[in-house]
Structure formats: C-alpha cells, structure tokens
C-alpha cells in the first residue's frame, strides 16, 4: 500500500497502517511524500507483480491523473478507494462525485457503493475482476465522503480463509519486471501500433462488464450477497425512475418506500457499476417508464450532469424511450434528505406534463435566496 | 561500511554488453556513453526505473538495456522506485537485485525533485543515476536547474543567469538528507564511474551518482569530441569528481594545476553569448567550489 493522507480517505489508511504494524495484515506500506507518489509507486510494485492497493480523494486523485493512464496502459490490476469529495476552489471536503467522475475516461473500473457492506465487498470483488487474464484493468471503488467514510454501520467481515479463498494471493497473469525474463515496459509504439494497444483496452474494459457479473455471482455463492451493475427497485411497474449512483440513493429508496404507500408509481435504478456502463442493463431497468430523473452529484459546468449522457445512450435506440431530466444536486456535501427527492419527483412530473425543454439542468436543492443576494439570476 | 575499497581495471571489466547496439541516438552522445560504463557495471541483474527524456527515447526505445526496464513519466523515478523496493520486498524477491534508476537532470533536479527527495528521505534501498546533459536535452535544448550559468538554451537565449549558483547542486541536497552514499562522476574518467557504481549498488539504502554527461548538439561542439569536453571539465574545476559517504566528502580524482574556465566555455557555442564579467563570475563560482575541495 502507497498512500498519502486526505480528508477524508484518511481513516482507511490509517486502520490499515494498524492492521499492517500489529502483523494482522501482512503488506509493505509506503507513506509516499503526494498521491501521484502514491499511484506511481503502486504501478512499480503491481509491475513486478505485488498485489498494490492506495485510497484517494479530490485534490488527490486530482494529482495523480496522468498516472492513472499509466497504470491502465501498464494493463495493471491495482484497486484503488476513493472517498468521494469536491475539489477546490471553492474549498470544500466534503461529499460529491465530481473527483471520481472527472477521471471516468482513465480506463479504470469504476463501482459506486451505497453502504459501507457494500464498500468492504467491493474491494475483494475489484481484485478479482482486475486480476482476470481478460481484464488486467485497476478498479476504482467510490464511496461517499463523510457519508461513508465517517458514519460507522456494523457490517459482515469474512474471515482470513473466506477471504482467500474468493480472492487467492496474487498469481499475476501478465509479464512482470523480472530478472529470468528481461521485459521493457513503457517504449512508445508510434502510429502503426498506438491505436491497436487503445483498442485491446477498450475491448477488455468492455468485456471486463462480463467478468464483473461472473465475479457478482461467486461473491453471492461464498458470501451470500448478490450485486449486480445496476439495482433496481420498484421498478417493474414504475412511470417515474429515479437514477443515481453512491449513498443518496439510500434516501431515495426511502423515498420511494413513502411515495409508493401514496400510491404514486415511483422507483429508482442505482448505477452500481459506472465504468463500462451498463448501457443494456439500464435500459431493460428503465426503459419501460414514462420518465426519469437522473441525479448527478457533480456537474459538468455549462453543460450539465456527468451521468445524464450515459443515461441518455441507454435509452436513446429504445423505439419508444422515456423523457429524461438531469438534476444536479448535493453538491460539496449538501445534505439530500427525503425533502429534496419529493422536489426532485415533483420538477419531473412538472417536466412530463408540460413538456419543458430536456435540456434544462435542473438544481432542486440551490438556495434562491442566496443567488438572489449575489444577483445570480436563475 | 566505511570507505569500503573497489578495485576496478580497464582489463577487469566484463567484455559483455548489457546494452543491445542499434540504438536510435546522436552520434557520440555523452549519456548513451555513460549508460554503457554503468550497465557494464551493473550487470544484468538489475531493474532499471527510468523517467522521460534522452535515455528513454535513445535507448529503451531502441531496446537497448538487455535487463528488465520500466520507464513510467517524466516526475516519478522516485516513487516507481520505492514501489519496485517494496514490491520485491514483499515478494521475498528483493536480494540479488541491483535497483538502479537513470534519469536526466531535468527528471531528477526539476520536474523529478520531489519523488526522489521523498524516496532518498524514506531510505529506500536503490542507487539512483541522473546522467546530467545540463537540459531538457530530448525536447530540443530547453533550460533545466541543471544548466550552467551563461549556457544559451532555447529558454535562456541570452545565456541561463540564474542569480546564486552555477547550477543546482543535486550531490549536495542529496547528501543534506543524510544518504550512505553521493558521489559526482563523468564519462572521461570510467573506471571511477565504475568504481562509484559497484560501490554505490553495494550499499544497503539510498544511494546516489551525478554523471556530467556532454551533449554536443545541446553544448555546440563536434560530436566526437564528448569524452574531451567531459575531461576538460574535470581540468577546469567546471565538474568536480568527488564522493560524501556517511557526511564523509573526498575528491576522487585530484588536479593538481586547474586550468582556466575559459577554455571549457570556449570549445562549446552554447557559451557564445558570455561577457567578460560573466567568465569572471563563472571563475569566481568555480574557485569557490573548488576551495572547498582542496583543488
């Protein structure tokens, strides 16, 4: 493990340094002096084979993007946490999807966890799908900032033995920097070969979707937990889907659960796998509503939510596709609190009947007043 | 492990090549001469980390280091490094293995300064060499912290006048973080090249060679005469051959009658632009250095 210290991916690293000095975890750890140190030295350990790990956030993973592109055109299966925060200016620790998002075309994987279960079980799976002869791609595993990262729920740990046998310890099936068999890695293969190496990885993080549901199901079989890459709920009758991705939709599933009993047909499909996006998935999911609202803790600014494009490539060959609206919201760790899904449900029934512009982004959560008073107009 | 002795003979170095011929370089480049002496050196059980500029392109490229190699990005030899120490490690696979990084002035003093600080300071077990062509060589002659004051690069095209020092002193921050061992060397002088490298990979920690590597289309000299301009450097106190083990400094090759700089500024147009106050100034750093050496 190489990492450095940021708010607020700072308790994973630290619980791990203790498991590591009292023996329980046996791993080298490297207090490299910046994350790009950090991910760099992570690349030189899974280059001569070593099983690497390093957590992140924001200005963090901000700093270490260009490595990043080393590590998946290294074909390198190093997992990586990101605790979800804003990155500055203005400052902010706190949680949204704009860190993670900003580095979605890194040819990472990348798992988005509502709870902190499903954070634990996302770490072994990322292994196993990174480390496939098929794949040979390092995973991002996202969870919330604070929401997360700082709130404690009891979970299920599997032991040493369950644990390996899921995940045994690292056999890498790819050339490694050894003495026996001299390799360079990192030549520069000009025009006749660039694209060729582009499209290998393309393909395989593509394919990678499959092996990730072959790892779901073996992880339900030794653990009894089933994920897939996108969570339905309610949504086999529902005329209104909500998606999103990370812990909001915790809240909104409450949501769903208050509006249901008022007998208004709502549901919500939770992006769990972001990258590949699981285009066929959603579709089948939501394909079938009326409308749906698509929530994005970040924004693209002058263009809207990052998630809404995907969203709208799933649905866009369906012959008879639902209406989407975009809702960027909860920004810098603004609270989403069952109040602003009623908003959100209520702008998008709003939208259905009157038929508004789709491509107005909308922010149920902005402070007017607060705009008003810095003479923003809306 | 004080002052431990190598001996080294032109006789006694291995007739093996560690590095394939048919590289892609310029003629008579001072750092492909200096990679030669280290890889014979070093031997092929080595890992080699390397960060962008001439050595990446005119070597790794053209499949010339015949022991296994990584080049990652410009700034991160360092941090490649501590994890291919530690990766090993904890593949029981760390003994027997000569960790060696060449990088250039630019990937070592500038862009590269912080991953090597960080990892020299957390004592990694490595020897790192930066072959010095005194600029961002590989991208068309552009200034480094490196470059010698009055030097005409593309960014300094009135001659470098940096205001304190002739260069940026890497032995001297290295051994300031307390390293085992430090040492300058030049391709004129192999088998204390030789001597430094065998000495260095011994060391159980951070080690660290300077090697002032001439670059004639950087420079502006004919380009079979880098091992003269490295000499010459050496005979005018431009470079100073000298190793700090343990806080220990001591010159390592001795000149007992130093010539004038202006005859290393002369034999190279990258010069061309100095005044006369400039050759005093240049003279005056070099004395300086030089008292402190005995030389």
């Known amino acids: 493990m190489a990492a450095y210290p940021i708010t607020p991916q700072t308790e994973i690293v630290e619980t791990l340094y203790k498991s590591i000095s009292s023996g329980e975890l046996k791993a080298y750890a490297i207090p490299v002096e910046s994350e790009h140190s950090a991910m760099s030295a992570c690349v030189g350990a899974s280059a001569v084979g070593a099983r690497a790990f390093t957590a992140s956030s924001s200005q963090g993973l901000a700093l270490m993007h260009e490595c990043l592109f080393l590590a998946s055109g290294f074909r390198l299966p190093i997992v990586m946490a990101v605790a979800n925060r804003a990155l500055s200016q203005p400052v902010s620790i706190m949680c949204d999807h704009g860190d993670s998002l900003a580095q979605r075309d890194t040819g990472w994987l990348q798992f988005y966890v509502e709870n902190c279960q499903e954070a634990l079980d996302t770490i072994l799976i990322a292994y196993r799908v990174a480390e496939d002869e098929r794949v040979l791609l390092p995973v991002m595993v996202c969870l919330d900032g604070f929401f997360l990262s700082h709130l404690s729920e009891p979970v299920e740990i599997p032991t040493s033995a369950e644990a390996e046998a899921f995940l045994p310890p690292p056999d890498p099936h790819y050339p490694t920097l050894n003495l026996k068999k001299p390799i360079i890695l990192g030549a520069m293969p000009y025009p006749p070969y660039h694209n060729e190496f582009q499209y290998d990885k393309h393909v395989c993080l593509e394919y990678a979707g499959t092996v990730v549901r072959e790892v779901f199901d073996r992880f339900a079989k030794d653990f009894g937990r089933k994920y897939n890459p996108v969570e339905p709920y309610q949504t086999d009758d529902a005329e209104l889907i909500i998606v999103g991705m990370g812990s909001m939709m915790g809240t909104v599933r409450h949501a769903v659960n208050q509006m249901r009993r008022a007998g208004k047909k709502v549901g919500l499909a939770r992006i769990k796998m972001y990258r590949p996006f699981p285009y066929g998935e959603l579709a089948e999911v939501a394909g079938k509503s009326d409308i749906v609202a698509v929530l994005d803790r970040d924004v693209s600014p002058g263009t809207g939510g990052i998630l809404y494009p995907d969203v709208l490539r799933s649905l866009y060959a369906l012959s008879d596709r639902p209406k989407v609206v975009n809702f960027v919201l909860g920004l810098g760790g603004r609270d989403i609190s069952p109040l602003t899904v009623e908003k959100v449900v209520s702008e998008t029934r709003r939208v259905k009947k009157t038929g508004l512009s789709e491509k107005e982004t909308f922010w149920p959560d902005a402070n007017i007043n607060t705009l008003k008073a810095w003479g923003i107009s809306e | ?295």
Not at chain 2, 55 to 76: C, D, K, Q, R
Not at chain 2, 147 to 173: C, F, N
Not at chain 2, 201 to 229: M, Q, R
Not at chain 2, 249 to 257: E, G, N
Request: charged share 20%; glycine share 10%; aromatic share 8%.
């Open chain 2, 1 to 295: 492990m004080n002052n431990m002795s190598v001996s080294v003979t032109l006789k006694g170095l291995p007739d093996e090549e560690v590095i394939a011929p048919g590289r892609s370089g310029c003629p008579g480049c001072g750092a492909v001469i200096a990679a030669r002496i280290i890889s014979k050196a070093l031997g092929r059980n080595t890992i080699m980390v390397n960060s962008t500029g001439c050595m990446t392109v005119n070597y790794a490229y053209s499949g010339a280091p015949l022991f296994p190699f990584i080049h990652g990005l410009f700034e991160n030899a360092g941090s490649i490094l501590s994890g291919v120490d530690y990766g090993l490690r904890a593949l029981g696979l760390r003994e027997g293995v000569n960790l060696v990084a060449l990088s250039g002035d630019g990937g070592t003093a500038d862009i590269g300064f912080q991953s090597l600080s960080g990892a020299v300071e957390r004592g990694h077990r490595f020897l790192y060499i930066c072959y010095d062509n005194e600029g961002y060589m590989n991208t068309g002659i552009q200034r480094s912290g490196t470059t010698p004051y009055g030097a005409v690069t593309t960014t300094s095209p009135t001659g470098e006048r940096r205001p304190m020092q002739l260069r940026k002193d890497m032995v001297k921050i290295m051994a300031a973080h307390g390293i085992p061992y430090a040492a300058t060397a030049t391709i004129a002088y192999p088998l204390d090249l030789v001597r430094k490298v065998k000495k260095a990979v011994a060391i159980d920690g951070p080690t660290y060679i300077h090697v002032l590597s001439p670059c004639w289309a950087g420079w502006g000299f004919s380009e079979n005469l880098s091992v003269k301009i490295s000499k010459l450097a050496v005979l005018t106190g431009m470079w100073i051959l000298y190793e700090v083990e343990n806080g220990t400094v001591r010159p390592t090759v001795k000149i007992t009658q130093r010539k004038p700089v202006e005859e290393y500024l002369k034999a190279q147009s990258r010069f061309s632009q100095l005044t006369k106050p400039d050759i005093d100034r240049i003279q005056q750093f070099v004395d300086s250095k030089c008292k402190e050496f005995g030389i």
